[in-house]
C-alpha cells in the first residue's frame, strides 16, 4: 500500500521542530500545530493540482532532484528566518504570487493569526514538505512520473485531510475545491445516521418492554448500529487526520543553534532574497523589446548583488557555505524558469540574452560554493 503522503511529511514537523517555529512566529505552540497541521496538506494539495500538467511535474521534479538530506536540517542549517524568505520566494514561483497571497490569507484566518506570520509559516514548512517528497521518492524508488501519479491518486485523501475550518477558507479563495470535502461530509453523514440508529433503538426498546419483544428488537439494533460503526471507521481509514497523535522522532538533533549567515555585517539570506525578489519584479515584464530594454538595469542590479554574494559566501565556515547552497539550490529552478520564457519571448531574447547569461553563471557558481 502507498504511504500517506500526508503523514510522510508530518512526521518530520516533530515537538522541536514546532517549538522553534513558533518562537520565531512568537505564537502559542498549540496554535502554531494547528496552523502546520492544515498547512501542510493544503500545500500538497496545491502540488498534486501543480503536478497535473507535464510542465508543473518537470517543475516539481527539477525542485526534488535538488533536494538532501533530512528536513529538519534545513531548519537547523539555513534558520526560520532565511528558510522562511527562501520557501516564500519559492512558491511564489511554484504557485504564483497572487495564489501565495491567498493562501496565506486562509491559514491567517484558520490559526487566528496575521498574513505575515501564516506567509512565514508557509515560507518555512514550503522547504520542508519538498524534502520530505524527495526523501519518500528516493526511499521508494518513484522517478518524476511516479511521484506525480501517487499525488494526484492521492489528492482527495490529501484534501480532506484540510481542517474543515481551513478547506472553507481554501475553497473560498478557490484554491480548493469545494466538492472534494465530501470525504468529510460522509464522515459526518455515518455519524449522524448512527445517532439516528441509536434513538431509534432506544425508542424500540421502550416499545419493546411493553410488547415482550425486547430481546428480538434489541439484536436488530445491535446489528444495525455495528453496520453505523463499521461505515464510520471505514470513512476514518481514508480521511487522514490533522494532527497526528504520535509521530517518529527525527533521526537528527534538532537543538543546535542556525549556521551563521552574516559576514561584515551582511546578513547573505537577506540580501540573496532581496536579489530573488528583484529578478520576479524585473523578468516577467521583459514582454517585448521596449520592456525589455527598461528592465534591464533592474536585472543588472541583481546580478552586482549576486556578484557580491559570491564575494562574501567564501568567508562562511564550512557549516555556512553549505546552508547558503542549499538556499540556491531551492530558489534556482524559478529563476530559470523565469528566464526560460524571456528567452522564449519574441523580439526579447538577443536583447536578454548577455545579462540572462550572466545570471545563470552567477547562480551556478553559488550553488557550488
Not at 493544503?42 to 538532501?68: C, E, F, H, M, R
Not at 496575521?114 to 524527495?134: E, R
Amino acid at each position: 500500500m502507498a504511504a500517506n503522503l500526508t503523514s510522510v511529511v508530518m512526521q518530520f514537523l516533530t515537538p522541536e521542530i514546532i517549538e522553534k517555529i513558533a518562537s520565531f512566529l512568537g505564537l502559542d505552540r498549540a496554535l502554531t500545530q494547528k496552523a502546520a497541521g492544515g498547512a501542510v496538506p493544503a500545500l500538497l494539495a496545491g502540488l498534486s493540482d501543480l503536478v497535473g500538467t507535464p510542465s508543473g511535474t518537470s517543475q516539481l521534479s527539477k525542485l526534488l532532484s535538488q533536494q538532501g538530506g533530512p528536513p529538519a536540517d534545513l531548519l537547523r542549517n539555513i534558520g526560520p528566518q532565511g528558510l522562511a524568505e527562501t520557501g516564500t520566494n519559492m512558491l511564489s514561483g511554484l504557485f504564483g504570487g497572487r495564489t501565495m497571497d491567498a493562501m496565506a490569507q486562509a491559514v491567517g484566518k484558520f490559526a487566528g493569526t496575521s498574513d505575515t506570520g501564516a506567509k512565514s509559516l508557509l515560507g518555512i514548512l514550503a522547504p520542508m514538505v519538498l524534502g520530505g517528497l524527495g526523501q519518500h521518492q528516493r526511499s521508494a524508488g518513484l522517478d518524476a512520473t511516479g511521484l506525480a501519479s501517487l499525488l494526484r491518486s492521492q489528492k482527495d485523501q490529501i484534501t480532506a485531510a484540510i481542517p474543515s475550518g481551513l478547506a472553507d477558507q481554501l475553497g473560498a479563495a478557490g484554491l480548493i475545491d469545494r466538492a472534494e470535502t465530501a470525504l468529510r461530509s460522509g464522515t459526518a453523514a455515518a455519524s449522524a445516521g448512527a445517532s439516528r440508529i441509536e434513538s431509534a433503538s432506544q425508542r424500540a426498546g421502550t416499545f419493546a418492554s411493553r410488547t415482550g419483544q425486547l430481546p428480538y428488537l434489541l439484536a436488530a439494533a445491535i446489528i444495525l448500529a455495528g453496520i453505523a460503526w463499521y461505515a464510520i471507521e471505514r470513512r476514518g481509514q481514508e480521511t487522514v487526520a490533522e494532527v497526528p497523535a504520535k509521530t517518529q522522532p527525527a533521526r537528527e538533533t534538532v537543538g543546535m543553534a542556525p549556521a551563521q549567515l552574516t559576514v561584515d555585517g551582511v546578513n547573505l539570506a537577506s540580501q540573496l532574497n532581496s536579489s530573488i525578489s528583484t529578478l520576479k519584479s524585473a523578468l516577467p515584464g521583459m514582454t517585448d523589446a521596449t520592456a525589455a530594454q527598461a528592465a534591464l538595469p533592474k536585472i543588472n542590479e541583481a546580478i552586482a548583488q549576486l556578484n557580491d554574494l559570491t564575494t562574501r559566501v567564501t568567508k562562511l565556515s564550512p557549516d555556512g557555505r553549505s546552508a547558503f547552497a542549499k538556499m540556491i539550490v531551492l530558489v534556482t529552478p524559478s529563476v530559470k524558469e523565469m528566464c526560460d520564457k524571456v528567452m522564449a519571448t519574441p523580439g526579447v531574447g538577443p536583447i536578454a540574452k548577455p545579462a540572462i547569461d550572466d545570471l545563470r553563471a552567477k547562480m551556478d557558481s553559488l550553488s557550488q560554493v
